[in-house]
């Protein structure tokens, strides 16, 4: 008897140190909710990754905010007191303006172009450019292209936008954009539903999945596809947290999460025709065709304006200007 007890002691410890092995657990933020395209990119990425490494990688996804805004969820990656997150460009942009760059409205012609600036060489710099504020840039994934919605009057040109307040990410661009447009920008973190509910806000802009996932069809009348700007997500590791890592385990874990973002921008692209149709069904009202020019002569100005000032951003906004034209 007291060598079973003996042996079943041995064996639980043995059981122990195994699971301790595996101890490896990626607490991941995204601030949406499941079914939003950051959660999709997130819940690839963990099932690939628990598969790969046999269990020895685990990853824990705090969702819905639980973490606070994205603004939040980026400082607590920079202090390692979370490993990953999937953040959306906008509320990047304060930690590192080369970010900017994508942000550039009506820069992309069409997901060619996107996937061939953030998969080359001129993506890999931005990712590069991270480190400087504590970050491991792992890859892009995708929000899609932005679209306006608002709950006062069809918007055809960016005169109908005049005195509507329009919710905008943390980000400088973004804000500069909405200004340089003529409508009132107010920055605000995700997510925003009470405040459009409320009338705080009139309107908001955002690809076409997020106003599906946050039913903003019951609250918003109006959507004009504007498409003004790419929105990506960075995927990014604690830079910290990164370093402590051995090589094979860094490849495992980048090439995980690029094949999640890759399946993810597919995944996106291929549902935007039916979330219109479904957002029509709901009642709003859709101006699919808007004054694209009016809009660009608008914020042509962007281009020279302090957002873009420091050298390097306005080295490589030039370059990709010149690899999307
Ligand atoms: O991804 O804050 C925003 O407008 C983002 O696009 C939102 O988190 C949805």
């Known amino acids: 008897m007291k060598r079973f007890t ?11 140190c195994a699971e301790t092995r595996a101890a490896t657990t990626i607490k991941l933020g995204v601030v949406t909710k499941p079914g939003s395209a950051q959660n999709i990119a997130a819940e690839k990425f963990k ?65 060619q172009q996107v996937d061939q600036v953030l998969d080359g060489p001129l993506g890999a710099e931005i990712l590069k450019s991270l ?36 919710r905008v990410m943390a980000s400088a ?11 009132n920008p107010t ?24 106003m599906v996932v946050y039913k903003f069809y019951e609250i918003q009348k109006y959507l004009t596809l504007t498409r003004h700007v790419y929105s990506f997500h960075i995927d990014v590791a604690s830079l910290k947290w990164w370093n402590t890592l051995d090589a094979k385990t860094q490849r495992m874990i980048k090439d995980a999460m690029y094949e999640a973002a890759v399946y993810q921008r597919k995944d996106n692209r291929s549902k935007n025709a039916e979330r219109l149709k479904f957002l029509k069904a709901k ?12 809009f660009r002569a608008k914020v042509a100005k962007l281009r020279h ?12 906004l030039t370059r990709v200007m010149e690899a999307t034209k």
């Not at 003996?6 to 122990?16: C, S």
């Not at 480190?131 to 919605?149: A, D, I, P, Q």
């Open 6 to 16: 003996v042996l079943a002691t041995v064996f639980a410890l043995l059981l122990f």
């Open 47 to 111: 099932e690939l990754i628990e598969r790969r490494s046999k269990g020895d990688i685990r990853v824990k996804i705090f969702h819905s905010a639980s973490l606070g805004n994205e603004t939040e969820i980026l400082q607590q990656v920079q202090m390692n007191s979370i490993q990953m997150a999937i953040v959306t460009g906008g509320p990047f942009d304060t930690f590192d303006p080369m970010v900017r760059v994508i942000n550039y409205p009506f820069l992309f012609k069409d997901y």
């Open 131 to 166: 480190e400087s504020s504590g970050f491991k840039g792992l890859c892009f994934s995708e929000n899609g292209f932005r679209n306006l919605t608002n709950n006062k009057r069809p918007v055809r040109t960016p005169d109908d936008l005049k005195g509507l307040k329009i």
């Open 173 to 183: 661009i973004h804000k500069a954009i909405w200004q340089a447009l003529g409508a």
């Open 187 to 210: 920055p605000m973190p995700w997510p925003i539903y009470t405040e459009l509910e409320q009338g705080v806000i009139d309107g908001q802009e955002n690809p076409l999945w997020v």
């Open 283 to 294: 009642g709003m009202q859709v101006v699919e065709d808007p004054d694209i020019d009016a």
């Open 305 to 316: 304006m302090d957002v873009y000032k420091a050298p390097r951003v306005q080295s490589l």
